[in-house]
Structures are given as structure tokens and as C-alpha cells.
């Protein structure tokens, strides 16, 4: 059976950071597309960044979040630095046998909150 569960979220003050996990089941990380999505209040979900033979990030995050797998885990990480209050989400993992679109992704996650606020 296919999961992905994530964790990590929670409440950080604005500059502080995080670590999200997603941690894979049913098949191998190394062998699909693993991307972070997030999706905030009254908006559409959007891509944060994808990780399969290269890394992909969105214009919003780098140099600041950081994509990494750890295929003994079967876990793909996120590290968040210099947290904002525009990142406040839910954030998925998701994986896909082709590629990274917050649109066609053959497995999500549930989700976790991140909330950046003071």
C-alpha cells in the first residue's frame, strides 16, 4: 500500500525555521519525482520544490529552503529557513513516476501546517 506521511509542521516565529519530513511507504523515493507543495488559505496549491536526479525550487524559496532524500529512510526532507509570514500553509508531499505539477502527481500526503507568525 502507497502513503506518504508527512511531519515537521507547526507554529515558528517569522526568521525561524523547520523541517518537514515525508516519509514513503509502498514504494522507492529514488525512483519517482518527490515534490513539497502548499497550498494557503483562498489560494491555489503551488509548487515549493521537487527533488529526482536534479532539484527544482520555486522563485519564492530559493536560498532558502533546501530539497533532500535519504533513500536508506526512503524520506524526502525540506528545511525552511528565514521563515515568513507568507509561507503559513499546509504543506504535501506528493510523488509522480514523471515529474513534479502541484496538477498530476500519481501519490499525495495529508498535509501539515506551518504557521509563521509572532
Known amino acids: 500500500q502507497v502513503q506518504l506521511v508527512e511531519s515537521g509542521g507547526g507554529l515558528v516565529q517569522p526568521g525561524g525555521s523547520l523541517r518537514l519530513s515525508c516519509a514513503a511507504s509502498?514504494?522507492?523515493?529514488?525512483?519517482?519525482?518527490i515534490g513539497w507543495f502548499r497550498q494557503a488559505p483562498g489560494k491555489e496549491r503551488e509548487g515549493v520544490s521537487c527533488?529526482?536526479?536534479?532539484?527544482y525550487y520555486a522563485d519564492s524559496v530559493k536560498g532558502r529552503f533546501t530539497i533532500s532524500r535519504d533513500n536508506a529512510k526512503n524520506t524526502v526532507y525540506l528545511q525552511m529557513n528565514s521563515l515568513t509570514p507568507e509561507d503559513t500553509a499546509v504543506y504535501y508531499c506528493a510523488a509522480d513516476s514523471i515529474g513534479c505539477s502541484p496538477h498530476r502527481m500519481d501519490y499525495w500526503g495529508k498535509g501539515t501546517l506551518v504557521t509563521v507568525s509572532s
Open positions: 527533488i529526482r536526479t536534479g532539484t
Open positions: 509502498g514504494f522507492t523515493v529514488a525512483n519517482y519525482a
